[in-house]
């Protein structure tokens, strides 16, 4: 998913997903080290993934702030 993608979502869609990428993501790593998962970029790309939700969630607005402004 693009980042552009991700400032469009609500700060509940943002944590219901970095919820589902960081479950993916230890999914990902028992397989790797269980060696039933041969492609480990896969694993890069996740971690990446999951910062760059974390970086929109972090920029989201606060429904305090919608409500002052």
Same mark, same amino acid.
Do not use: C
């Given at each position: 998913?693009?980042? $552009? ?6 700060? %509940?869609?943002? @944590?219901?997903?970095? /919820?589902? @990428?960081?479950?993916? %993501? ?18 890069? !790309?996740?971690? /990446? !993934?999951?910062?760059? &939700?974390? &970086? ?12 002052? $402004?």
């Amino acid at each position: 998913m693009k980042f $552009s993608e991700l400032k469009l979502k609500s700060r %509940e869609e943002l @944590q219901k997903l970095l /919820k589902e @990428q960081r479950e993916k %993501e230890r999914e990902l790593r028992f397989k790797i080290a269980s060696d039933q998962q041969k492609n480990v970029r896969e694993y890069r !790309s996740m971690r /990446k !993934s999951i910062a760059q &939700t974390m &970086t929109a969630l972090r920029q989201a607005p606060k429904k305090k702030e919608l409500v002052k $402004s």
